[in-house]
């Protein structure tokens, strides 16, 4: 028996994780499968998860129901995002190989949420960025311009842009997964 197996001793609370198990682990493996693209990584995600659940089903159960399926799917989400992060994951089966499962993903008003939370996330990062950075990122990525119009636009020298594009890049990153792990995700 696992060490914190031991502390978590209680029926009520090993049916609580049963429920939560039944009711919410096909959409959390849709999710880790949404952003690992991968079954086998999307299941060892999910079982890591689900024993981080288990660990600290004190501080889960004190989540409030209405709140709950948000607060899985977020976690599950952070999960996957920090495999990616450290290259712990292979890319190798599409979510398009489970059609069955597309329908629940777009119509499911969390996954919606999720996205929506993302972006703002993201436009949040984008924003820390300096103007320079910034609007680097936006000509190339947003406007498609080449090199030499970014280095017209932004008023820098051509040989200088793919430079300033990385930092931009990293900087962009960097934020994102900061405000990622700092700000509570669903209010």
Same mark, same amino acid.
């Given at each position: 028996?696992?060490?914190?197996?031991?502390? #978590?001793?209680?029926?009520?609370?090993?049916?609580?994780?049963?429920?939560?198990?039944?009711?919410?682990?096909?959409?959390?493996?849709?999710?880790?499968?949404? #952003?690992?693209?991968?079954?086998?990584?999307?299941?060892?995600?999910?079982?890591?998860?689900?024993?981080?659940?288990?660990?600290?089903?004190?501080?889960?159960?004190?989540?409030?129901?209405?709140?709950?399926?948000?607060?899985?799917?977020?976690?599950? *989400?952070?999960?996957?995002?920090?495999?990616?992060?450290?290259?712990?994951? @292979?890319?190798?089966?599409?979510?398009?190989?489970?059609?069955?499962?597309?329908?629940?993903?777009?119509?499911?008003?969390?996954?919606?949420?999720?996205?929506?939370?993302?972006?703002?996330?993201?436009?949040?990062?984008? @924003?820390?960025?300096?103007?320079?950075?910034?609007?680097?990122?936006?000509?190339?990525?947003?406007?498609?311009?080449?090199?030499?119009?970014?280095?017209?636009?932004?008023?820098?020298?051509?040989?200088?842009?793919?430079?300033?594009?990385?930092?931009?890049?990293?900087?962009?990153?960097?934020?994102?997964?900061?405000?990622?792990?700092? *700000?509570?995700?669903?209010?």
């Amino acid at each position: 028996m696992l060490p914190f197996l031991e502390v #978590i001793d209680d029926i009520d609370t090993r049916n609580y994780f049963n429920l939560l198990y039944k009711e919410y682990h096909q959409i959390m493996f849709v999710c880790a499968m949404k #952003i690992l693209k991968n079954q086998h990584d999307a299941e060892d995600a999910l079982q890591q998860v689900l024993l981080r659940l288990w660990k600290y089903m004190d501080n889960v159960q004190k989540v409030s129901p209405t709140k709950m399926r948000s607060y899985l799917l977020i976690t599950t *989400k952070n999960h996957c995002l920090t495999l990616l992060k450290k290259g712990n994951s @292979n890319t190798i089966v599409s979510i398009d190989e489970f059609p069955e499962l597309e329908p629940m993903i777009e119509n499911d008003p969390e996954i919606i949420t999720i996205k929506n939370y993302d972006n703002r996330v993201l436009l949040d990062a984008l @924003n820390m960025l300096h103007p320079r950075y910034r609007q680097i990122i936006l000509d190339k990525t947003v406007l498609h311009l080449n090199d030499e119009q970014t280095a017209e636009h932004i008023g820098i020298k051509t040989t200088y842009v793919r430079e300033c594009l990385s930092r931009a890049r990293s900087s962009l990153r960097k934020n994102y997964l900061e405000l990622l792990s700092s *700000k509570h995700p669903i209010q």
